[in-house]
Structure formats: structure tokens, C-alpha cells
């Protein structure tokens, strides 16, 4: 088989990409301050929602604009636009504002929603195709599609346009987002379930309590530690100073150097202090779960002690704790 002729579908999904990848490469060097001023009508929708609505194809895009906007801290819903002409115009109030997709800029079923926008004064944000269209004219900013070709072959069905409506609504549903200073923790709020709201829980929702910690005072001779370290099943043992702040940590493999140094009977009868490594690694009781589990994977270590403000143990967190959340 001639390996160096690329099979006829992939030469069609690589001219797709292709065309799309060009249409998004001009669609960002055509953004200018309308984008800005798109963006501002948007975020002054503050006491409301961004009602996003479009029909057909567009209509599609519209749900996963409002759906990505809703996820990351603006409040927003799709309105069907023919439903909207039926009763739906009801769900869109004082406050609220618009931001409407029509390629063409002339879909007829647009007319009800964009007059109920006009009528109580309320944002309206355009993406359309054409500059001259209609909804580019009633906008109050016209968010205007550089010229592309449709990817179809008769260059009839929606593609090019409707990536770039997409693109360019995740870049307002970003913009926004940066606007309102959005977090991480933000996010879990909207994303609890699943492994994203797994990766986004803090230590604290994770780590085991003080009264699981495995510790003992420096002075604690080594056959102590050993069983103090196998009743926690943690594989390691912290080292608390008087002052109460975790000195250093003892683990199997301080356990195994030691032994090959002096034997048995020598780390039997040794302290604790003798055998620990000192200022090891810990973490915070709000540190993000994915950063523990970056932490251990970067310093190849199963477990890490969870400390307050002044350095004093207030829990651990091993890698099947993260394992069982969903974390890893």
C-alpha cells in the first residue's frame, strides 16, 4: 500500500482545518475596541443575566456560549428565538442583556426578541456576518465575522462561521470572566462533580485530622517510632518540636539509609532526631488538591503533612486520598 498519498477523507478533514485555522487567524486581527465596547455592554448587565439566542446552526453555538458563560461566573441562558415570540420574551427583563448570533444578520425569527431589546432599553451585542445587515444596523455594538469561506465544498453549509462564532464567543465568555476576577475556587463552585471539581477541592476537604496525625517529640527513641509510624499506616512519622511545629519527617527510606549505615540494633536505640529529614515538604490546608498532587509527583513522595500559618501540623494527606477522590 503507497503510504505517501494521504487518503481522500483526510485530504478533505486537512483542508477543513485549514480553511477554519485561516478564518480564526483573521478573525482575531480584525478585533478592535468594538470587541471592548461589546464587552462592557455585557459586564453592565450586573443586577441581570446575558440572554443569548440564535436560531438554526447559530442557535447551536448560542446554548454553548451561554452554557460557558454560566460555568465561569456570568449569569447567562439561551432564549430559543422562535420561542421567544411565543412567550419566552417573558424570561428576558430589566437588566438583562442580549447578545444575538445570525450569520446572515437577517433571520427573520430574530425580529421579536431584538424589537423586545430596542423596546426597554436593553444591551444588545450582534454577531453577524454582514455589517449592513439588520441586526448589525439595531445593535448597539456589531461584532462583525471577517469574510471566510464555508468549509462545506458548495460552500453552503455553516462551518467556518459557525467555528468562528464559537471562538469569539469564548473570547467574550474569557474576557468577562478576567473582568470579574474569577478564581479557581470560583470555578469549583460551578463544577463540584466530577474530575475537574475533584482537582479543584482544597486539602482541607481531603486531608486527614489531627487526631490521625502520626507524630512523636524528638527524643522519642527509634523502636517507639517504628511502631508509632505502623499504627497510622501513613508510612511515615512526623517529628513535633516542644513549640509544636513539625520539626522533620521520618519515612521508609530514612528508615532503610539507616540501617544500611548502622544496623539494626544502632536505629533501634537512636532518636528520633537522629534519623529525620528535616524541613520537609508540606502544604496548606487551602492548597488546591491538584497542587498537593503536583507536589508529590514532582518530589516522588506519597504523603505530605498539612500544616497552619505557624508551621504546626493540623493533618496529612497521602496519594490514595487523592486516588479516592478522583484527584489522580
Known amino acids: 500500500m503507497n503510504t505517501s498519498i494521504p487518503h481522500p477523507d483526510l485530504a478533505v478533514a486537512r483542508q477543513v482545518l ?77 437588566g438583562d442583556a442580549v447578545l444575538a448570533l445570525s450569520n446572515s444578520g437577517e433571520t427573520p425569527e430574530l425580529a421579536d426578541l431584538v424589537s423586545h431589546a430596542k423596546r426597554f432599553g436593553l444591551p444588545l451585542v450582534g454577531i453577524t456576518g454582514r455589517p449592513g445587515s439588520t441586526l448589525a444596523r439595531a445593535a448597539d455594538v456589531a461584532l462583525v465575522l471577517p469574510e471566510a469561506q464555508e468549509a462545506c465544498p458548495m460552500g453552503l453549509a455553516p462551518t467556518t462561521s459557525t467555528t468562528m462564532q464559537l471562538a469569539l464567543g469564548d473570547a467574550i465568555a474569557v474576557a468577562l470572566l478576567t473582568r470579574r476576577g474569577f478564581t479557581a475556587a470560583d470555578f469549583r463552585v460551578f463544577h463540584p462533580g466530577g474530575k475537574l471539581g475533584a482537582r479543584l ?56 539509609r539507616s540501617l544500611e549505615t548502622g544496623g539494626v540494633d544502632a536505629l533501634l536505640t537512636r532518636s528520633a532526631a537522629d534519623v529525620m529529614t528535616r524541613g520537609p515538604r508540606t502544604v496548606g490546608p487551602d492548597t488546591l488538591a491538584a497542587e498537593a498532587l503536583h507536589e508529590m509527583n514532582t518530589r516522588t513522595i506519597t504523603t505530605l503533612f498539612v500544616v497552619d500559618e505557624q508551621a504546626r501540623p493540623i493533618g496529612i494527606l497521602h496519594i490514595h486520598d487523592l486516588l479516592r477522590a478522583g484527584v489522580a
Open 201 to 256: 477541592s482544597r486539602v482541607r476537604d481531603l486531608m486527614h485530622g489531627a487526631a490521625e496525625l502520626p507524630l512523636a517529640p524528638p527524643e522519642t527513641r527509634m523502636d517507639a517510632a517504628i511502631v508509632a509510624m505502623t499504627a497510622r499506616r501513613f508510612g511515615c512519622l512526623g517529628v513535633q518540636g516542644a513549640d509544636g511545629t513539625l520539626l522533620g519527617i521520618i519515612t521508609d527510606g530514612d528508615l532503610r
Open 18 to 94: 485549514a480553511l477554519e485555522s485561516e478564518a480564526l487567524t483573521a478573525l482575531a486581527a480584525s478585533l478592535d475596541d468594538r470587541f471592548a465596547q461589546a464587552v462592557s455592554l455585557l459586564s453592565s448587565a450586573a443586577s441581570g443575566r446575558v440572554v443569548v439566542s440564535g436560531m438554526g446552526k447559530s442557535g447551536h453555538v448560542a446554548r454553548k456560549i451561554a452554557a460557558t458563560m454560566a460555568s465561569t461566573g456570568t449569569p447567562a441562558l439561551f432564549v430559543h428565538p422562535a420561542e421567544a415570540s411565543h412567550g419566552d420574551l417573558g424570561m428576558i427583563v430589566a
